[in-house]
């Protein structure tokens, strides 16, 4: 039963969230508080000394660099539609989502590994989109009056202020509390009063009944953006049959593209695995756990699991609003993708 949700959950919690968006997107003020949640948890599952920057996170930052803006000139060269152009590469350009090592962590991935990406690909967002997007849409040149810096300044202060509080808010909430337990029981166990050798070198750890409480987290998050999602496109665009379809079928390939590099990429340049990563919340406990198959599995997961919600943000923000489009499609077909990697992992096939 517990493997059937898994492997069911992500595509039957966007049904729902579709179907259901009328009474559901009006939950959508939670998803902030959910997302710290789910994130606190996820961290709680790492040492911060364990993290460390390997070979296949920057090659995997610099192919999608490379792809972000080679897609929107290569399709403003073959389409001239600047709707597709934005949207298609706003599929590649957005940041790792910081739900992936959830993911990775069911599928035998390195959570550590891919923590560690997900911070560096969040802050390279932050550093390029204010420098790139000027270049493709010129009215973010200007900036407020009352703004007496650059409007490079202005865009980077905005995206960070978006994505510091649910990204660095539960990773600093997770580290004091994992520093303050092991003073706790460090100082326990210096007291000779109170010595006990069951406290004796005792760590923090996220006790085993919690594991899986972010997976649990996640799929409920996905119902209410997919509900909000919905609510917002039906009620928000106007746009063409043929530039929905052009979005759809791109977004696919987009996302295809990225699972399938981000694998290939992590089983070449493989990472050592550092610390302890949590075997007990893997749906096949009998999954490969050589250094090539758990970086591929995690180079994966960072190139292809994208932070839609902050990309449907900066498309209606910075570019043409329709474009969000091609955010809101990937998110579909990058939870279809999961899904289909989950049902492999537990019926012991390779993903």
């Known amino acids: 039963m517990r493997n059937f949700f898994y492997s069911n959950s992500l595509w039957l919690s966007m049904i729902?969230?579709?179907?259901?968006?009328r009474w559901l997107y009006v939950f959508s003020p939670l998803l902030p508080y959910m997302?710290?949640?789910?994130?606190?948890?996820?961290?709680?599952?790492?040492?911060?000394?364990?993290?460390r920057l390997h070979r296949w996170h920057w090659a995997v930052l610099a192919v999608q660099l490379v792809l972000s803006v080679a897609t929107y000139y290569l399709l403003m060269a073959v389409t001239r539609d600047e709707v597709v152009a934005q949207g298609l590469m706003m599929c590649f350009i957005m940041p790792t989502a910081t739900a992936a090592p959830?993911?990775?962590?069911?599928?035998?991935g390195s959570i550590q590994n891919l923590t560690s990406f997900t911070?560096?690909?969040?802050?390279?967002?932050?550093?390029?989109?204010?420098?790139?997007?000027p270049l493709i849409n010129p009215?973010?040149?200007?900036?407020?009056?009352?703004?007496?810096?650059s409007p490079f300044l202005f865009h980077f202060s905005l995206l960070l202020s978006r994505i510091t509080p649910l990204l660095l808010g539960?990773?600093?909430?997770?580290?004091?509390?994992?520093?303050?337990?092991?003073?706790?029981?460090?100082?326990?166990?210096?007291?000779?009063?109170?010595?006990?050798?069951?406290?004796?070198?005792?760590?923090?750890?996220?006790?085993?009944?919690?594991?899986?409480?972010?997976?649990?987290?996640?799929?409920?998050?996905?119902?209410?953006?997919?509900?909000?999602?919905?609510?917002?496109l039906l009620s928000s665009f106007n746009f063409?049959?043929?530039?929905?379809?052009?979005?759809?079928?791109?977004?696919?390939f987009a996302c295809l593209i990225q699972f399938m590099v981000g694998k290939m990429i992590g089983r070449r340049l493989p990472a050592p695995n550092r610390g302890k990563d949590y075997e007990d919340v893997l749906i096949n406990p009998n999954a490969p756990r050589d250094?090539?198959?758990?970086?591929?599995?995690?180079?994966?997961?960072?190139?292809?699991?994208?932070?839609?919600t902050l990309g449907v943000w900066m498309a209606q923000t910075y570019l043409n609003p329709v474009s969000a489009l091609g955010a809101a499609a990937y998110i579909i077909w990058q939870n279809i993708f999961n899904s289909a990697q989950l049902s492999r992992a537990a019926h012991g096939k390779p993903v």
Request: charged fraction near 10%; charge should be positive; include cysteine.
């Open 170 to 232: 539960p990773f600093f909430a997770a580290w004091l509390l994992r520093i303050g337990f092991n003073a706790y029981y460090r100082h326990i166990d210096k007291s000779t009063y109170r010595h006990d050798e069951k406290t004796a070198n005792r760590q923090f750890s996220l006790p085993q009944s919690l594991a899986a409480v972010p997976f649990y987290l996640w799929v409920g998050t996905i119902v209410f953006l997919m509900a909000s999602l919905t609510n917002t």
């Open 139 to 149: 009215e973010l040149s200007e900036v407020p009056a009352s703004f007496q810096f």
């Open 16 to 21: 729902i969230g579709v179907l259901g968006y």
């Open 35 to 51: 997302i710290f949640l789910m994130l606190f948890f996820t961290f709680c599952k790492v040492d911060p000394k364990d993290l």
């Open 291 to 308: 250094m090539p198959s758990v970086s591929s599995i995690t180079a994966g997961q960072a190139f292809g699991q994208k932070n839609t």
């Open 240 to 252: 063409q049959l043929s530039t929905c379809l052009w979005l759809l079928l791109g977004s696919f």
């Open 102 to 108: 959830i993911i990775a962590g069911k599928l035998g």
């Open 119 to 133: 911070l560096l690909s969040n802050f390279a967002t932050t550093l390029v989109v204010p420098a790139f997007f």
